[in-house]
């Protein structure tokens, strides 16, 4: 489907992520918002707040994060397309919910514009330390879908991406973006709504009727349709084990097919859910693998490399969880190591580590509240070459 | 029991608690109301402050700008801190870890982490009685965060999540009474206090600390920055709030009402609404709604007065 017209400011801006973030969801149909100010991401509820009433929209500033989290689950049963937006301690506080919207499944999108922590941390600096958070950080055991932009025009895009992905699996997306990318101002091109592909939530095929099955899904699919409420369906919406209409079903049976497929729906989607960057690995020895901001830093340590005649390549997982692992396991077979550089004290490097198989792999780590500096990550590929 | 009522300036405690060269904005009431309201409370004391405008500008080293214990909480757990810090030392003082003396436990927020993300740990803390005094600091928005609304923000202010615009009069609801949520907590003191007018300021402070149980302390804190408006217009404008009726000045003690500065005729609305930006975008015919909606109110508090809420 093409994405509605009203909500598509098509035109060629000078926008910061944040703000493209929020024109990447209206541009989605995103038509209902709730959020709370925190910095780095306030700007995003900002400007949110004053386009939603021009296209149909509503943007409401609920009381707390808490309720922010509920409440857009709320309105995406009412058949919305929904976004909620924080950072650090606010985004802390909605992993309740963010469970609930995968146990529930329902689709919704969590823009984080991840800040340094732990706990209050630096509120206007930069870090990449929420990413085991985003994938596992609600109790229980669940598979989330994860994208990291690393420039304002990919907040765009990859917004309209993450909307598409949240109804496509009935999932809740964490779209991480870093304080740097929220703030860094670029061109930003926002094409024709007639060129934007938008994904509508599946409806069910059959009229509502004593037989409907909320959570029924059709043959060889592990996601079920989607009815708005009030529109005949029976409804029963519950974070309890349940069974496909809804009830509870307090048993291991009920448990082991729920989880399983809630988990599987994400994780064996992996194939059709990888999307990647790589610069140079062809002939490298040395793959840098980096992710938002930083995989536009290790571009240039890739450059400073090569200049030095050392063969060096980067691979930029674009949707890290799940990670795109096939092409990470084709890559291990032939690379020397893996450098990769985050700005965290080691979250995605396990992953990577884990796919590596035998092949080295490195972190260059970075605590948060600046860029690595270039130069550092080429000191830690030249002692991996040494 | 001593008289509560005289201050007078010659008492004002000289001792700052809440030292000089902290980063507040020009014309900060906020930070005015926090200086005086620590001057009274003294030595003996113990802050429990949530994240907001009060933490960034008082506590970054090397300019901090406390001289009693305190420390900087979550943005949504002030009351909770506090009431545990309460707990723990009558704990400590129980077993005789601590020498009894008289420790006044305090917790602080501004206006959304009281009236918003933290009435929860709040009403906690007062249903449970701990003797603590909470001050709820009003600028009537988020600030720290750059001037969202809150539900603390009144009716028409343009706020950048509320924005004024031509399908918005700004924010669109009316300000939530959080001196009178606490009031039905039945705790024995909540009082709205305002440091324009400093000895009724005073005499609550030394009410609250006295009082035997939680204390609720609920502080007009003009925001010049927020309110895009002159800074040296604070202490008026503080006037204005109080005397207009935006703001009136009141206790309620052991559940029994008292306007403290009882104003029969209020000045006009206008008078308080024309120099802040944030409303400038209000027609006269609105204006003229929240007069009428802000006299109501204060009458029906005249009618309370000396009442057993």
């Known amino acids: 489907m093409k994405a509605d017209p009203r ?30 100010p925190i910095t780095p991401s306030t700007e995003v509820v900002e400007r949110i707040a004053q386009r939603l009433p021009t296209v149909g929209g509503v943007f409401l500033q609920m009381e707390d994060e808490i309720a922010s989290s509920i409440a857009i689950q709320g309105a995406a049963w009412g058949g919305k397309k929904v976004l909620s937006v924080s950072s650090g301690p606010g985004i802390s506080l909605m992993m309740e919910h963010i469970g609930l919207a995968a146990m529930t499944e329902t689709p919704c999108v969590f823009v984080n514009v991840q800040r340094a922590g732990p706990s209050t941390g630096l509120p206007t600096l930069v870090a990449q330390a929420d990413m085991m958070q985003a994938r596992w950080g609600s109790h229980g055991d669940y598979e989330v879908i994860a994208i990291c932009p690393n420039s304002p025009q990919e907040c765009f895009d990859l917004t309209l991406h993450a909307f598409n992905l949240a109804e496509t699996y009935r999932t809740p997306v964490m779209f991480m973006m870093d304080e740097a990318v929220g703030h860094m101002t670029e061109r930003v091109v926002i094409p024709a709504a007639e060129q934007l592909e938008v994904v509508e939530r599946r409806r069910p095929r059959e009229k509502p009727s004593d037989q409907y099955a909320l959570y029924r899904c059709e043959p060889g699919s592990r996601v079920p349709p989607m009815p708005p409420v009030g529109e005949g369906y029976r409804f029963h919406v519950t974070g309890l084990t349940h069974d496909e209409r809804g009830y509870p079903v307090m048993n291991a049976e009920a448990q082991d097919k729920l989880v399983r497929r809630l988990v599987d729906k994400i994780r064996l989607a992996e194939p059709e859910l990888a999307r990647y960057e790589e610069f140079q690995v062809d002939d490298a020895d040395v793959v840098l693998v980096a992710y ?55 979250q995605v490097v396990l992953e ?35 | 029991m001593e008289s509560l009522n005289v201050f007078a300036a010659r008492l004002w405690p000289t001792e700052n608690r809440f030292a000089s060269g902290h980063r507040a904005c020009q014309g900060c009431a906020e930070a005015l109301a926090v200086r005086m309201i620590h001057g009274v409370l003294g030595r003996n004391t113990i802050v429990a402050s949530a994240t907001g405008c009060m933490e960034i500008i008082s506590s970054s080293y090397p300019d901090t700008a406390w001289t009693v214990p305190w420390l900087h909480v ?17 704990i400590l003082v129980k077993k005789g870890k601590l ?64 924005p004024a615009g031509s399908l918005s009069v700004g924010q669109s609801t009316w300000k939530k009474n959080m ?99 944030r409303f400038r975008h209000l027609d006269d015919a609105t204006v003229a709604e929240i007069e009428k909606r802000v006299e109501e109110e204060y009458r029906k508090l005249e009618r309370r007065e000396g009442l057993v809420l």
């Open chain 2, 179 to 277: 001196p009178m949520v606490i009031a039905a907590h039945n705790v024995p003191y909540v009082a709205t206090v305002n440091p324009s007018f400093p000895f009724d300021l005073a005499s609550k402070v030394r009410k609250a600390q006295a009082a035997n149980g939680p204390a609720y302390l609920h502080v007009y804190a003009c925001c010049p920055t927020g309110w895009r408006m002159a800074p040296e217009l604070a202490i008026a404008i503080g006037r204005l709030a109080s005397r207009t009726g935006v703001f009136p000045l009141y206790e309620v003690e052991n559940g029994k009402l008292h306007i403290t500065v009882p104003t029969p005729k209020l000045s006009p609305l206008k008078e308080y609404i024309q120099p802040q930006g």
């Open chain 2, 99 to 162: 020498p009894k003396r008289k420790i006044t436990v305090v917790g602080m927020g501004g206006d959304g982490a009281t009236a918003d993300i933290g009435l929860q740990a709040l009403s906690g803390a007062m249903e449970r009685g701990h003797k603590m005094i909470y001050v709820c600091y009003d600028n009537e928005a988020y600030m720290n965060t750059g001037i969202q609304r809150s539900s603390s923000t009144p009716f028409g202010a343009s706020t950048t999540t509320s």
């Open chain 2, 74 to 90: 979550a943005f949504e757990n002030a009351a909770a801190v506090a009431s545990g810090v309460e707990a723990g030392l009558k």
């Open chain 1, 292 to 346: 938002g901001i930083t995989s536009r830093v290790v571009q240039r340590s890739m450059r400073l490399a090569r200049e030095r005649g050392l063969k060096v390549g980067v691979f930029r997982p674009v949707v890290v969880w799940p990670f795109p692992e096939r092409r990470l396991r084709e890559l291990a077979r032939r690379v020397k190591a893996f450098v990769v550089a985050e700005l965290n004290l080691g």
């Open chain 1, 352 to 386: 990577v580590e884990r796919l590596a198989g035998g092949t080295r792999t490195v972190l260059a780590s970075h605590a948060g509240g600046a860029l690595h500096e270039p130069e550092a990550i080429l000191k830690v590929v030249q002692e991996v070459l040494r």
């Open chain 1, 7 to 36: 909500g598509v400011l098509t035109g060629v801006h000078f926008l910061d992520g944040d703000h493209a973030c929020c024109e990447g969801a209206l541009a989605a149909g995103c038509r209902c918002a709730f959020g709370y």
